[in-house]
């Protein structure tokens, strides 16, 4: 069993840490499911240096650009343990260039479901505004607790089965258009190799058979 620590530093300091700080505040998160702990990088060196540490503990589920920095999300083969929880989910953001902050663990997120969300609201509600998964957070200095109404795996999940429909959809367009003469060229040359070999096995035979041509070039 691989120990994180190299990648994450004490993790098990940090959660008991943020544990006690969340019993002394009366906050009972007992019931709800610790969704990941966040590792905040310095600098863009650190960032890309965390990235090949997590990957030797996981796979990296989604890398996104969100407010014009990186963040990615790794899943881990080996959860992290502590008392009676599991986390897998570790999230990695690329440091803010307008907010110098320090490497380390920073939060932890509760999933506490949409019909707890008002149990909490007597914390910084900001992230309320947020259109996807709104948080609210608790802080206690340099860590923080985040709850919110879904995980962030499911999150992810259905981001990806969102973004699987639209790539499809675009592609029958573009295939549509080529049929007709409206586009010169491959039209397999949009799409990424990834994106092509899911699609090399779609049901729709067209569809297919543009991915399995293109991933032949």
């Avoid at 990695?92 to 902050?101: C, D, N, R, V, Y």
Wanted: aromatic content about 8%; overall charge negative.
């Amino acid at each position: 069993m691989s120990d994180a620590t190299f990648a994450l530093g004490d993790w098990r300091g940090f959660l008991s840490r943020l544990f006690a700080l969340l019993a002394e505040a009366r906050v009972d998160v007992a019931p709800y499911e610790l969704d990941h702990v966040c590792y905040r990088a310095d600098t863009l060196d650190t960032y890309a240096a965390k990235k090949r540490e997590l990957e030797t503990l996981g796979r990296l589920l989604t890398e996104a650009d969100v407010n014009g920095r990186p963040i990615a999300t790794y899943y881990l083969r080996e959860p992290l343990r502590y008392e009676n929880r599991e986390i897998r989910l570790v999230e990695l953001p690329a440091p803010k260039p307008s907010k110098p902050t320090a490497a380390g663990l920073e939060h932890a997120e509760f999933a506490v479901g949409t019909e707890n969300m008002a149990k909490f609201m007597a914390f910084d509600t900001t992230g309320m505004a947020k259109a996807a998964n709104p948080e609210i957070e608790l802080s206690f200095g340099p860590i923080a607790a985040k709850f919110h109404p879904t995980s962030l795996l499911d999150v992810i999940q259905t981001e990806r089965a969102a973004g699987a429909v639209s790539v499809e959809a675009k592609l029958r367009a573009y295939v549509g258009a080529w049929a007709e003469g409206e586009i010169i060229g491959d039209v397999a040359a949009f799409f990424d190799l990834p994106t092509l070999a899911s699609l090399a096995a779609a049901p729709d035979h067209e569809l297919r058979a543009l991915a399995v041509r293109r991933l032949r070039l």
